[in-house]
């Protein structure tokens, strides 16, 4: 079975740039979630996806972070326009049961 | 507000000798508090879920415990491919998102 899958591995862009993560959640898998992990500090919640509607999105920092679910398939991440501080490793995970999530191997996001 | 603290932050091992790693946590009524590995790199990957205090899990050399306050992983008998980064999480009020600790970085060697 395969696994979350996470695309780019890395992306590196200037200030002001707009870039796209994408994640492909494990198949069947109706919850989807994505976090990041700035340097030094801990993995901190962005949002939740149940299927194509957003369940939770407090954890979004502000209206530059655009959170997309087509279909209740894979999910992309925009960024637009991109800051210093968004910097850090963006990662992907689903699951089935509330809480035992299956991350991806993350985006790092150099800006 | 939930919080999760881990102890110690990095931890040094010689291979066979066991030790512990510290998660305790503050929110309002536990719903799951989860044991993560993290290899540099990679993604988080599912360790065990503990719900309820006096829970035990165990997988190879790992054995996690849960009290009302806080869980405990222990580590028995390492080895330097137990070297890794062990993250504690749990679910936040609404159930819709994981609070993670900073983590215990691991190191065992040979």
């Known amino acids: 079975e395969a696994g979350v899958t996470q695309f780019p591995s890395h992306s590196v862009i200037e200030k002001g740039q707009t870039v796209t993560l994408r994640c492909d959640p494990i198949s069947g898998h109706d919850n989807l979630y994505w976090y990041r992990r700035v340097m030094g500090k801990e993995i901190k919640f962005l949002l939740h996806f149940v299927k194509e509607s957003k369940q939770d999105e407090s954890g979004m920092p502000n209206n530059r972070f655009l959170a997309e679910r087509t279909g209740g398939t894979y999910s992309t991440l925009k960024v637009q326009p991109a800051e210093l501080e968004d910097s850090g490793v963006y990662f992907c995970?689903?699951?089935?049961?509330?809480?035992?999530?299956?991350f991806g191997q993350g985006t790092r996001l150099t800006v | 507000e939930d919080q999760v603290t881990q102890s110690p932050e990095a931890l040094r091992l010689q291979e066979g000798e066991s030790s512990s790693l510290n998660c305790s946590y503050t929110?309002?009524?536990?719903?799951?508090l989860f044991w993560y590995r993290q290899d540099p790199g990679k993604g988080p990957e599912f360790l065990f879920t503990l719900y309820s205090a006096g829970e035990e899990k165990e997988k190879e050399r790992l054995k996690a415990t849960l009290t009302k306050k806080e869980s405990f992983l222990h580590i028995t008998a390492p080895k330097p491919e137990d070297s890794a980064t062990y993250l504690c999480a749990v679910q936040n009020q609404a159930g819709t998102a994981l609070i993670f600790g900073k983590g215990t970085t691991l190191s065992v060697s040979s």
């Open positions: 995970a689903s699951s089935q049961v509330w809480g035992e999530a299956f």
């Open positions: 929110v309002s009524g536990l719903r799951g």
